[in-house]
């Protein structure tokens, strides 16, 4: 027995340590797994960005000088990035206060690599048509998407208006959406997608959208079939919540899910990702029970739900039935769409709950009112969810690897492509009928050739 006792304690220490040392090694692994799932964490990039813009060019009303130098910042922040942008400059109305001044979109343009095809629905594709192989016995026909994410940078006050807003620098409206919209550039810097992405800074977005406007008049009709999404941000620091919302043309009769499939989207990123957990940060829809006029003095009423009323750079694309995707901060917690506000908050009645397009819209007091961590975290998480929604890609598609794209074969007849995708079909047939003989057009097609 004492050798037995002897023997087995030594045993019962191997063990224990055995056991201390998976634990730890369990401990350190969920550790590393902690680390590496962090969300958003994109630093303070975005933050430092915003502020800069607000401290130094606060009154960047359209056309001005200070507008102008903040598009040749935005410039050289995407050239810093990596990126090639592109200037396309515009005009203001030949009517108007702004008559004869000019300004410029900022663009950069990430081509992508395209999806295959899921269905038999036909899709818009590019001329000359490229065949995907997937593998040795698979040829998909390949069509391409585009999404546009897009904010403008200029304020809704100028330096004329120095006296009557002395504190004013637009830090909410909208430095904030400019921060998001380069914060995202940073983050897919070297990444591609399925989607050609376009990103654009708007110039003279407070006189009547302008450059998105302008922007849109020169897409040709083949990109604008194409463009599954125009996302623009606006104002996403200041207001209570963080709201998106689809476009008023998704009201027309049977395009309600088809033109806020992009939207319903965006939460679906939220929840896969669980950021209202894991980043105390969600992403919400007008959920009003009120109805208003639309459009305006038609006598039809529809419920104010999933879209807005305040314009923004969306319009001209939403104009075009493209779907849209607006994201800004405010509070439409509301018993009718009048009440809806940037803010519920107490203290704000000096400006009746607005902060866009008010003296209060300056880094100083939003500092002290809100905090600037909330200005990281809703330009930070912005950008997560935008970035998930490129990931997601084309309801229709999958996007192609790395390695399809290299196994991509241009194709310029149509009849081959037609001949490539019916002998794909009816290989899969014959596998699915375990060999079976066939008969009919396949048989006949094989006959030919030996007439």
Wanted: hydrophobic residues 30%.
């Amino acid at each position: 027995m004492g050798l037995g006792f002897k023997t087995r304690r030594p045993l019962q220490l191997v063990c224990t340590g055995l056991v201390f040392t998976i634990l730890l090694l369990i401990i350190s692994g969920c550790s590393n797994e902690d680390e590496e799932v962090a969300l958003a964490d994109y630093g303070t990039y975005g933050r430092a960005l915003a502020l800069e813009i607000a401290e130094d060019y606060p009154y960047r009303g359209p056309y001005s000088e200070a507008a102008a130098e903040v598009a040749d910042l935005i410039y050289n922040e995407f050239s810093g990035l990596g990126y090639e942008p592109q200037r396309q400059s515009f005009s203001a109305s030949e009517e108007g206060e702004f008559e004869g001044q000019e300004s410029e979109n900022i663009i950069v343009k990430i081509p992508g690599r395209g999806f295959y095809q899921l269905s038999e629905e036909e899709i818009l594709k590019p001329e000359p048509q490229t065949l995907a192989m997937l593998d040795k016995d698979e040829v998909k026909p390949i069509f391409r998407r585009q999404v546009i994410i897009g904010a403008h940078y200029d304020t809704p006050i100028s330096s004329s208006q120095s006296e009557e807003y002395p504190d004013y620098d637009g830090i909410s409206d909208n430095a904030s959406g400019i921060a998001a919209l380069l914060t995202l550039a940073k983050e897919i810097q070297g990444e591609t997608f399925g989607y050609d992405v376009i990103l654009v800074a708007f110039g003279a977005g407070n006189d009547d959208f302008r450059g998105a406007r302008s922007f849109a008049s020169e897409m040709s009709e083949d990109e604008i079939n194409s463009t599954d999404c125009v996302y623009i941000l606006q104002n996403i620091y200041a207001g209570d919540k963080l709201y998106a919302h689809a476009g008023r043309n998704s009201l027309e009769e049977g395009h309600l899910y088809e033109r806020r499939r992009k939207l319903y989207e965006t939460t679906d990123v939220v929840l896969e990702y669980n950021l209202p957990y894991e980043n105390d940060m969600d992403l919400v829809f007008n959920q009003m029970l009120s109805t208003i006029e639309y459009p305006s003095e038609s006598g039809i009423r529809v419920q104010y739900r999933e879209f807005t009323t305040h314009n923004s750079d969306y319009v001209p694309f939403d104009d075009m039935d493209i779907p849209i995707v607006y994201i800004e901060s405010g509070n439409y917690d509301t018993e009718s769409p009048s009440e809806v506000r940037d803010t519920l908050r107490n203290g704000y009645e000096e400006t009746d709950g607005w902060i866009a397009g008010t003296n209060i819209d300056n880094q100083e007091f939003l500092s002290e009112a809100i905090g600037l961590t909330l200005l990281q975290e809703r330009i930070n998480n912005t950008a997560f969810i935008l970035k998930g929604c490129l990931e997601k890609g084309a309801y229709d598609g999958i996007a192609l690897s790395p390695d399809q794209m290299e196994d991509e074969e241009e194709v310029t007849n149509t009849s081959v492509i037609n001949d490539l995708t019916d002998q794909n079909e009816t290989d899969q047939s014959e596998d699915s009928a375990g060999g079976e003989e066939t008969t009919g057009t396949v048989e006949e097609a094989e006959e030919a050739p030996a007439e």
